[in-house]
């Protein structure tokens, strides 16, 4: 519930800055000179462009909790089995080790969404964002049946 509150607050304020953004651009439209019109367009660009980020990031992420709650309604969650340190923190030993687990279950079933969802967790575990991300979305391409890259 956290994460929900953080992410909405977080998508809240950058809305709000790029409305900002993207005022102070027609404001240098407005002004007319061939100059201030070339910079404003270029200034309405990075709004557009970060609303376009955005979006996409809100869509992965309702895409990412469907499947969990999907996975969870079969049972098919992967348990928490990591070591901790006395701190809270996650052992990087044990995460390597769940993390080898799930990369053998994925080889052994590479079109099942759900071992691709559950090695997403583990990479997320062992602190590798970019391979979770790459995870769960062959996860989602493949729960919704869309052709999917090697």
Same mark, same amino acid.
């Given at each position: 519930? @956290?994460?929900? =509150?953080?992410? $909405?607050?977080?998508?809240?304020?950058? !809305?709000?800055? +790029?409305?900002? !953004? &993207?005022?102070? #651009?027609v404001?240098? =439209?407005?002004? &007319?000179?061939?100059?201030?019109?070339?910079f404003?367009?270029a !200034?309405?660009i990075?709004? !557009?462009? #970060?609303?376009?980020?955005?979006?996409?990031?809100?869509?992965?992420?309702r895409?990412?909790n469907?499947?969990?709650?999907?996975? %969870?309604?079969?049972?098919?969650? *992967?348990? %928490?089995?990591l070591?901790?340190?006395?701190?809270?923190?996650? %052992? @990087? /030993?044990?995460? /390597?080790?769940? +993390?080898?687990k799930?990369?053998?279950? $994925?080889?052994?079933a590479? /079109?099942?969404?759900?071992?691709?969802?559950?090695?997403?967790v583990?990479?997320?575990?062992?602190? /590798?964002t970019?391979?979770?991300?790459?995870?769960?979305q062959?996860? =989602?391409?493949?729960?919704? &049946?869309? *052709?999917?890259?090697?």
């Amino acid at each position: 519930m @956290r994460a929900k =509150i953080s992410y $909405t607050v977080t998508a809240a304020v950058l !809305v709000f800055y +790029f409305v900002l !953004v &993207g005022s102070r #651009g027609v404001m240098l =439209i407005q002004t &007319g000179t061939l100059l201030t019109v070339t910079f404003g367009v270029a !200034v309405l660009i990075l709004p !557009v462009i #970060g609303l376009w980020f955005l979006w996409k990031n809100t869509q992965f992420v309702r895409k990412a909790n469907a499947l969990a709650t999907e996975l %969870d309604a079969e049972g098919g969650l *992967p348990m %928490d089995e990591l070591k901790r340190t006395p701190g809270g923190r996650i %052992d @990087r /030993d044990s995460a /390597d080790e769940v +993390f080898a687990k799930r990369k053998a279950e $994925t080889e052994a079933a590479p /079109d099942d969404w759900r071992s691709w969802f559950r090695l997403a967790v583990a990479y997320h575990d062992a602190r /590798d964002t970019p391979r979770a991300r790459k995870a769960m979305q062959r996860a =989602i391409a493949l729960h919704d &049946g869309k *052709p999917v890259g090697a």
